[in-house]
Protein backbone atom coordinates (compact mmCIF):
# COMPACT_ATOMS: atom_id res chain seq x y z
CA UNK A 1 0.00 0.00 0.00
CA UNK A 2 3.02 1.98 0.14
CA UNK A 3 4.59 2.89 -3.17
CA UNK A 4 8.14 4.62 -3.78
CA UNK A 5 9.85 6.47 -6.68
CA UNK A 6 13.52 7.30 -6.57
CA UNK A 7 14.78 10.50 -9.20
CA UNK A 8 17.26 12.40 -9.59
CA UNK A 9 20.68 10.36 -9.98
CA UNK A 10 23.00 10.49 -12.84
CA UNK A 11 26.21 10.95 -14.29
CA UNK A 12 28.58 13.73 -12.29
CA UNK A 13 32.95 14.50 -11.84
CA UNK A 14 34.25 13.81 -8.88
CA UNK A 15 33.79 16.96 -6.48
CA UNK A 16 30.01 17.57 -7.78
CA UNK A 17 27.18 17.38 -6.29
CA UNK A 18 23.39 15.72 -6.79
CA UNK A 19 20.17 15.81 -5.38
CA UNK A 20 18.04 12.37 -4.75
CA UNK A 21 14.81 12.37 -4.38
CA UNK A 22 12.13 10.18 -3.47
CA UNK A 23 8.05 10.31 -3.82
CA UNK A 24 6.25 7.90 -1.40
CA UNK A 25 2.34 7.41 -1.95
CA UNK A 26 -0.39 5.54 -1.03
CA UNK A 27 -0.51 5.20 3.12
CA UNK A 28 1.98 7.72 3.69
CA UNK A 29 1.03 8.15 7.32
CA UNK A 30 1.91 4.95 8.03
CA UNK A 31 5.19 4.88 7.39
CA UNK A 32 7.81 5.31 10.46
CA UNK A 33 10.88 6.33 8.84
CA UNK A 34 12.88 6.03 5.67
CA UNK A 35 16.26 5.83 4.61
CA UNK A 36 18.64 5.86 1.64
CA UNK A 37 20.73 2.64 1.21
CA UNK A 38 23.21 1.64 -2.15
CA UNK A 39 24.50 -0.62 -3.72
CA UNK A 40 27.94 -0.66 -5.96
CA UNK A 41 29.25 -2.97 -8.48
CA UNK A 42 30.59 -6.20 -6.36
CA UNK A 43 29.47 -5.13 -3.36
CA UNK A 44 26.33 -5.75 -0.98
CA UNK A 45 23.94 -3.24 -0.43
CA UNK A 46 24.53 -0.98 2.38
CA UNK A 47 23.04 1.85 4.83
CA UNK A 48 23.29 5.31 3.72
CA UNK A 49 21.03 7.47 6.08
CA UNK A 50 17.78 7.42 7.48
CA UNK A 51 15.45 9.83 8.78
CA UNK A 52 12.85 8.76 11.50
CA UNK A 53 9.04 10.77 11.51
CA UNK A 54 9.88 13.06 14.26
CA UNK A 55 13.08 14.29 11.98
CA UNK A 56 16.02 12.56 13.46
CA UNK A 57 18.35 11.68 11.41
CA UNK A 58 21.76 9.78 10.88
CA UNK A 59 24.04 8.59 8.62
CA UNK A 60 26.80 6.38 7.87
CA UNK A 61 30.20 6.99 8.65
CA UNK A 62 31.43 7.08 4.81
CA UNK A 63 28.78 10.03 4.25
CA UNK A 64 28.81 12.18 7.27
CA UNK A 65 30.02 15.75 6.38
CA UNK A 66 29.02 15.48 2.67
CA UNK A 67 25.84 14.11 2.65
CA UNK A 68 22.38 15.26 4.13
CA UNK A 69 18.66 13.87 4.05
CA UNK A 70 15.72 16.01 4.73
CA UNK A 71 11.89 15.79 3.95
CA UNK A 72 8.77 17.81 3.15
CA UNK A 73 5.87 17.91 6.26
CA UNK A 74 3.88 15.05 5.11
CA UNK A 75 7.03 12.35 4.65
CA UNK A 76 7.21 12.92 1.65
CA UNK A 77 9.67 13.32 -1.09
CA UNK A 78 12.55 12.44 1.32
CA UNK A 79 15.69 14.01 -0.18
CA UNK A 80 19.53 12.99 -0.17
CA UNK A 81 21.49 15.94 -1.00
CA UNK A 82 25.06 14.76 -1.70
CA UNK A 83 28.25 17.10 -2.38
CA UNK A 84 32.08 16.18 -2.85
CA UNK A 85 31.04 13.27 -4.67
CA UNK A 86 33.54 10.67 -4.85
CA UNK A 87 34.15 7.56 -7.30
CA UNK A 88 33.42 5.40 -4.35
CA UNK A 89 29.95 6.77 -4.08
CA UNK A 90 29.17 5.37 -7.79
CA UNK A 91 26.48 2.80 -6.87
CA UNK A 92 22.39 2.11 -7.58
CA UNK A 93 20.80 4.35 -4.66
CA UNK A 94 17.72 2.72 -3.12
CA UNK A 95 15.03 4.64 -1.20
CA UNK A 96 13.73 2.71 1.57
CA UNK A 97 10.37 3.02 3.93
CA UNK A 98 9.78 1.43 7.25
CA UNK A 99 5.99 1.21 7.16
CA UNK A 100 3.24 0.15 9.80
CA UNK A 101 0.71 -3.15 8.80
CA UNK A 102 -1.06 -2.53 12.16
CA UNK A 103 -0.10 -0.84 15.48
CA UNK A 104 2.94 -2.92 16.45
CA UNK A 105 3.92 -4.67 12.96
CA UNK A 106 6.14 -2.56 10.08
CA UNK A 107 7.87 -3.45 7.13
CA UNK A 108 9.90 -2.41 4.93
CA UNK A 109 9.42 -1.01 1.37
CA UNK A 110 11.75 -0.71 -1.48
CA UNK A 111 12.32 1.95 -4.37
CA UNK A 112 13.39 0.75 -7.72
CA UNK A 113 16.02 2.49 -7.29
CA UNK A 114 18.30 5.27 -9.30
CA UNK A 115 22.11 5.27 -10.70
CA UNK A 116 24.72 7.80 -9.39
CA UNK A 117 28.07 7.73 -11.29
CA UNK A 118 31.03 9.55 -10.22
CA UNK A 119 34.13 10.02 -12.54
CA UNK A 120 37.40 10.55 -12.01
Known amino acids: QVQLVESGGGLVLAGGSLRLSCAAS????????MGWYRQAPGNKREWVAS???????NYADSVKGRFTISRDNARTPVYLQMNSLKPEDTAVYYC??????????????WGQGTQVTVSS
Open 26 to 33: GNIFSINA
Open 96 to 109: AAEAFTDSYTTKEI
Open 51 to 57: ITSGGST
